[in-house]
């Protein structure tokens, strides 16, 4: 059972951080700031250039918009945290806040999940189904999936919530990390935690497992496809799917390192989870921007229209 008998409920927790080298933490914190200050405004001039142009009403470019957003608010729940660390003694993050951002954490990352597998769903249909298109990838069918990728990821991040807030912690109350995961929690637990990690491998890596053997089974069907088509229609394919892929990788790799190995440290974890949670978020949309001639065009007349403006 998960009681705590005669010691202290810690309602704070002390985050060490990716280095306590006052240096390093001055480097990374300019590097953070650059990263965020050129790629945070691109994506939201995707969802600008997207929501403004008629001619990217297409489902692709609703749910990349949708993919955008997503990513911005993911990108706001450990970084700003983590920014502000680098310039504190302290560096605590209160127990409230702490369950705050791991429910954010994981409520957005299965959403983006989500996404992906119905943005993999609009693809297959567009290449293989392009006489149903129109009918089985609707503008009311989009808003049922993207409305069914928040829910998905409410769900998941209140059951991560609720294993989180059972955990008995009587200190210490440091976490080895520059963000609150459950992971960390656990090692705090005074408690005998196997049936929470269990519960929190079947939560977090069988899902990622199987949702990364999906996508990658529609790829790979999508790229068989590729031999019966016409050399215009395979080099239009590759230009879509491609990005998608890449994708997929650079989001599922981390995550899977990271959740699916249970019962065990994870060598290396802060710097995996400084991709997972800070760089490639933020990049997802710009690998399917830039190979995009339609949308860069809509994106390069749309700076062009304001700086025109603002000259005026």
């Known amino acids: 059972e998960m009681e705590c008998e005669n010691c202290t409920v810690v309602t704070e927790f002390v985050l060490l951080g990716l280095s306590q080298n006052h240096e390093v933490q001055m480097i990374l914190f300019f590097f953070f700031l650059l990263f965020y200050m050129i790629i945070l405004p691109s994506n939201v001039l995707i969802i600008l250039t997207i929501w403004g142009n008629s001619r990217l009403g297409a489902p692709m470019y609703f749910f990349l918009a949708n993919l955008a957003y997503l990513d911005i608010c993911y ?17 605590t993050i209160s127990y409230s806040a702490c369950m705050a951002q791991l429910f954010f954490l994981h409520f957005l990352g299965a959403a983006e999940t989500f996404l992906l597998i119905f943005m993999a769903y609009d693809r297959y249909v567009a290449i293989c189904k392009p006489l149903h298109y129109t009918r089985l990838v609707s503008r009311g069918v989009c808003c049922v999936l993207v409305g069914a990728t928040w829910g998905g990821g409410f769900i998941h991040g209140i059951i991560l919530f609720a294993l989180s807030i059972r955990l008995p912690l009587c200190g210490p109350n440091i976490l080895d990390n520059f963000f609150c995961d459950i992971h960390q929690l656990v090692k705090l637990a005074c408690a005998n935690t196997y049936i929470v990690e269990f519960l929190l491998f079947l939560s977090n890596g069988v899902v990622i497992v199987l949702c990364f053997t999906l996508l990658l089974i529609s790829y790979i069907v999508l790229l068989l496809k590729l031999r019966t088509q016409s050399f215009k229609a395979k080099n239009k394919v590759v230009s879509t799917c491609v990005p998608h892929i890449i994708v997929v990788f650079v989001t599922f790799g981390p995550a899977m390192y990271i959740y699916g190995l249970p019962f065990q440290d994870i ?3 802060k710097v995996v989870a400084v991709f997972h949670t800070v760089i490639f978020p933020l990049t997802n949309p710009m690998i399917y921007t830039l190979c995009n001639k339609e949308i860069k065009g809509s994106m ?12 005026k």
């Open 300 to 311: 390069w007349k749309l700076v062009s229209k304001y700086i025109l403006w603002c000259g």
């Open 267 to 269: 060598p290396k974890e």
């Open 75 to 91: 990108c706001s729940v450990t970084p700003p945290k983590m920014l502000a660390n680098f310039f504190s003694n302290s560096k």
